[in-house]
């Protein structure tokens, strides 16, 4: 009844094609950036930014990048801890050599830097597909991490091979090491993550992202139009470690501060932002925010309920919520394969029509 | 969806409202689940029990109950930030993570957030200098003191000369693993044996590579330093290749119970350094008998009871409680914040007379702490596991770490971690 196209009339083409065409949606989105922007930050104390906000924006972010190589052009990747690795030490080896530049340029370029060993990796891919191409990119991933255990340069010679954020501050504001305020951590996260969905969101409706997705569909069928899948599927893994390295970035210096390649970019991160793109729905911006907030909100939620609420013994709640999860993602696979964002999209398909169905 | 998650979750965490202000909140990181869980479990057990039996028979101290509230890292990273941040709350003093490398993330915040951190035998080395570290306390020993004292043990075997002789470590390849390397090789320089680095990556099940390796390079001693799995495989394998068994050293947290026992008879004459005792020969176990474990009141029901990892969560319980007393006497009242315990951390003076009060005579060395040593006198003693008994057994007194060699490398580090965070040396 109120959410619907009739009445809603469009007198260019820049209007009919932009990105929510329904006024509702438009309303919608501008209400969520207003609230983000100017509640939030207002409101949010740290927990809530350290283990709630943070992390879902950054993987978010993560997930974005590996949505556009996965579910926008078809490139199954496993190196997106080696690449999120990439992005954290190339921040802390630019931020302890030039301190006096902003953390935002270093962040932006240690994202460029992660852009070109991404394509490096991604060469592969022209010769290699499918399965054989998620073992080629999982050998970055190893490759990676062992790079920076064994090289003491990445880590500055320091003695347990941790690399540590030294504080830095945007407009007078810290916003790395431990004082860092609950606000400004967020609303760095918030800037890239908003920042990094729009570009995704116009690069993959542009000519690129249809070059991706022709690739994607059928190589060859693309290549016969003319697509270059050297250029197509280069800038595919280009972009996409541009974010991958930015969350990894973010990761390091906003979200834990300290950081030891093993443990916080090892195989399992390349994993779990695997799950939140296939969760959150293959191709679709949306659903990398909605995978990345299943699997970031649900643990801490679950965790909070049985042990907080119920007064369950931890080690029980914390097998208790392996399980649930676990469940849940089988369930919403079952039910739903296309993730996420496949659900939104049928639920709005449905209030189009409500309540008149017929 | 997110925002029903999160109006769910507030609901919760609303629910889970802190204790009451006029407890002493010592937020407890234990983990349970995941690789590192047969050690750490034992870890909480003894931890959780030491609070349990000072809260049912003397009514806490002071008067002041004391609680634990658990919290699971699965020694990992991120959740153990989760656990700091959701229990941070303004009544907590102190916390002891049990990790590593959740230690590097605290040490920073703990400074800001201004909480004790406890970190005893494992964390950062050079947070004993308490002029650079102002929050963080690692006594009795650290990483640098088990590599020099396990060194001592090796010249006292080969009659005060290792020269020439080759030396594998075999570590956790992370922030832990890594800690005693620099000193080993200084180590190395001073007595001339030769340092071979063999890294195992966590969590370290599969270490058949490492171990032909040290088949096939023949080093005259291993030192182990792993942790959950790594540990039973290294003796395991090191079992396998007939490996001398009391030539292989691992440091205190290589040895417990749950290590040796998969390896069966190959792992008798492992030794391992510690510096807690290990066994229920000890007049405090009668104390806990009674009203803790026979009041159905212990942690898991007590089934680890005496065992190595157990009793060093015992201790290290213990020394909290002893700085929490002496905070306490300090303060001239029951309650203290987290400020005035790190003062009763660096006035704390547990000497033997206290240990055997406690009812754990020769349990473990004697620790005075001042604003610059925070790391105490870093003994160490050995000891050795014995297949058919299915017991470890003392075999040293506790031996003193190579000052010499240690203190430079001490000032050294955390005058580095001064410079990149900015801090000012204290203590006059």
Known sequence: MFYREAGDFKTTYSDDSQTFPLQLDRMGYYAVLAVAFLVVPFVIDDYWATSVMVPFLIYAIATLGLNILTGYAGQVSLGTGGFMAVGAYATYKLTTSFPDISILIHIVLAGFITALVGMLFGLPSLRIKGFYLAVATLAAQFFLVWLFNKVPWFYNYSASGQITMPERTVLGQLVTGPSVSAPAKYLV???????????ARNLTRGMLGRQWMAIRDMDIAAEIIGVNPLKAKLTAFGVSSFLIGIAGALF????????????????????????????????????????????????????????????????????????????????????????LAQLWRLTKEKLRLWPFPH | MTLRFASLAAAAVLMAAGPAMADLVVPHLSYRTGPYAPNGTQYADGFNDYFTLLNERDGGIGGQKILTPECETAYNTEKGVECYEATKGDAALIYNPMSTGITYQLIPKAGADQKVLYTPGYGRTSAK????????????????????????????????????????????????????????????????????????DPPGQEQKSQWLQIRREKPDYVILYGWGVMNQAAIQEAANIRFPMDHMIGIWWSGSEVDVQPAGAGADGYKSLTFNGVGTDYPFYDDLKTHVIDAGKASQGGQYVGSAVYSRGVYAALIIGEAIRTAQELAGSPEIDAAQLRDGFEALNITEERMAELGLPDFGQPIQLSCENHGGAGMARLQQWDADEQKWSLITDFMEPDAEVLAPLIEEDSAAYAQEAGITPRCG
């Not at chain 1, 996260?189 to 570009?199: G, I, M, P, Y």
């Not at chain 1, 925010?289 to 013994?313: E, Q, R």
Request: glycine share 12%; net charge negative.
């Open chain 2, 129 to 200: 200098n308490g002029k650079v570290f102002e929050w963080v306390f690692n006594a009795p020993a650290n990483y640098w003191d088990g590599a020099s004292v396990a060194v001592k043990h090796m010249l006292e075997q080969e009659g005060g000369d290792v020269n020439g002789k080759k030396i594998a470590l075999v570590y956790h390849n992370s922030a832990y693993g890594k800690e005693p390397i620099r000193t080993l090789q200084e180590l190395g320089e001073k007595h001339g044996f030769e340092l071979m680095e063999v890294p195992v």
């Open chain 1, 189 to 199: 996260c918030l800037v890239f993550a908003v920042a990094l969905a729009w570009l």
């Open chain 1, 252 to 339: 390091f210096a906003v979200y834990l501060g300290a950081a030891e390649v093993g443990e916080a970019f090892g195989i399992n991160k390349s994993f779990l932002v695997l799950f939140m793109v296939i969760i959150g729905g293959l191709g679709s911006i949306f659903g990398s925010f909605a995978g990345a907030a299943f699997l970031v909100l649900l643990p801490v939620f679950l965790k909070n309920v049985l042990v907080g609420g119920m007064g369950w013994p931890t080690d029980l709640a914390a097998h208790v919520e392996l399980m649930i999860v676990g469940a849940l993602i089988v369930f919403f696979l079952i039910v739903e394969p296309h993730g």
